[in-house]
T-cell receptor, first 118, second 114 residues
Framework: DAGVIQSPRHEVTEMGQEVTLRCKPI?????LFWYRQTMMRGLELLIY????????DSGMPEDRFSAKMPNASFSTLKIQPSEPRDSAVYFC????????????????FGPGTRLTVL | GENVEQHPSTLSVQEGDSAVIKCTYS??????FPWYKQELGKGPQLIID?????GEKKDQRIAVTLNKTAKHFSLHITETQPEDSAVYFC?????????????FGKGTKLSVIP
């Protein structure tokens, strides 16, 4: 089975440039998450989608960050304009559960995109 | 919100010895506790989880225990092997509408010395 697929695996860009990270969740999973990992702050949830609809975007740092999920098999996280403090590893995760009152969330992570903003 | 503390931050053990990592949580509504293993350059991998209706769960060399009264849970790895070397994260999640929310500990870097 293919796991969560992320691209690119590494991205180096200059401050002010637009960055787009891509994610393909596990087929059949209806929940998708974007996380950011840094040494200082650990793993932080940025945004959560359920059935392609953004449910919780309270972790998105600021308006420079946006995320979309146009269909069940694809999501993007965009940073425009990028800044050096955005340098981090960004993970996409998916889950087969919808987060309703009777379910728990087993989340499966992709390999991540290491972003460096110079 | 939930706060998860994880100790120790680093742990070195001799191959064949046991390793124990401990986590505490603050929100009594949390009742799902997964553990993730992250190898260098890879994403976190779910290795075991426990739900609040059980106190212990085992899977071969790994086990997790949960004490809901004290709000702490632990990961136990027996007969450690060099391939167990990685960063381990605990997490906690509530039930209900917020069950998608995983609050992670800061991680424990485990080194198994051959």
């Amino acid at each position: 089975d293919a796991g969560v697929i992320q691209s690119p695996r590494h991205e180096v860009t200059e401050m002010g440039q637009e960055v787009t990270l891509r994610c393909k969740p596990i087929s059949g999973h209806n929940s998708l998450f974007w996380y950011r990992q840094t040494m200082m702050r650990g793993l932080e949830l940025l945004i959560y989608f359920n059935n392609n609809v953004p449910i919780d975007d309270s972790g998105m740092p600021e308006d420079r960050f946006s995320a979309k999920m146009p269909n069940a098999s694809f999501s993007t996280l965009k940073i425009q304009p990028s800044e050096p403090r955005d340098s981090a590893v960004y993970f996409c995760a998916s889950s087969p559960r919808g987060g309703d009152s009777s379910s728990y969330n087993e989340q499966f992570f992709g390999p991540g995109t290491r972003l460096t903003v110079l | 919100g939930e706060n998860v503390e994880q100790h120790p931050s680093t742990l070195s053990v001799q191959e064949g010895d046991s390793a124990v990592i401990k986590c505490t949580y603050s929100d009594s509504a949390s009742n799902y506790f997964p553990w993730y293993k992250q190898e260098l350059g890879k994403g976190p991998q779910l290795i075991i989880d426990i739900r609040s209706n059980v106190g212990e769960k085992k899977d071969q060399r790994i086990a997790v225990t949960l004490n809901k009264t004290a709000k702490h849970f632990s990961l136990h790895i027996t007969e450690t092997q060099p391939e167990d070397s990685a960063v381990y994260f605990c997490a906690a999640s509530p039930s209900g509408a917020g069950s998608y929310q995983l609050t992670f500990g800061k991680g424990t870097k485990l080194s198994v010395i051959p």
